[in-house]
């Protein structure tokens, strides 16, 4: 079975750590033992999220030289390196000798017009105190939210993921038997200019929607989509919250979900069942495998016809 595994920024280093390398390190072990049981039955292309990691990034630019920050797009490729460098060590240590791996680059175009670009609504970097998001606001002129922890973090585009360039790769890398890491952060956001160029763009496009358009490019069998939370849940955070463990589309379409989490978790399953896809998952890291034999976490197939 050829599947698509997109890893949460949070499962990567988790609400509330510290961002340090040793966090992230230890997480991404963690992450790579679940890939690994995966990887020795089945064909993994894997995703990452980087919201936490970008942020940080922003943040140190901003602290060298606050009217020179580094573009998004360019920080964007800095943390597809950076974690993609970590999975690809520690997957490899936990697979078989023989295994194959590579780690990718990805670009990704997205809509010059997209909405997205007048309505920020991604959260990256770390949770902020009422008191301390005023201040980042104020010496950055940062957008921010509100979340449901109480805290607040920063929030930018987050435009639709259009075209995975340099697909072919992934093709004859998958072909060829390697477990490939690519689309990392949504892959590092570009469009094409008025002379028909490509340049970089300020955002950062939702992991789970570009995983969900390579699963479909690949024709994977399922996609994985793997986070902090244990499943979708009817009524979230409410005393009477109900875990959905199996559903459809259309019956996800009923729910009121959050915009910066949840919510493109759950558009980006129905959009890959919709498209042919034969199963999407969402639950926690530890319950890869459950998941995908139907024993954790929500699982997403067509409408029937």
Known sequence: MRIVVALGGNALLRRGEPMTASAQHTNVRIAATALADL???????VAHGNGPQVGLLALQGASYDPDKPWPLDVLGAETEGMIGYLIEQELMNALPEGARCATLLSRVEVDADDPAFANPSK????????????????DHGWDMVRESSGGSRRVV???????LLGLDAIK???????????????????RRNASGDMEGVEAVIDKDRTAALLARDINADALLMLTDVSAVFRDWGRADQQEITSTTPSALGTLDLAPGSMGPKVAAAADFVKGGGALAGIGQLSDARAILEGQAGTRIRPDPT
Do not use: F, K, M
């Open 39 to 45: 990887a020795r039955d089945h064909q993994i292309v």
């Open 123 to 138: 959260p990256i970097g770390p949770v902020y105190s009422t008191t301390e998001a005023a201040q980042v606001a104020r």
């Open 157 to 163: 585009p987050s435009p639709l993921p259009l075209r």
């Open 172 to 190: 004859l890398l998958l072909d060829s038997g390697h477990c490939v890491i690519c689309a990392g952060g949504g892959g590092i956001p570009v």
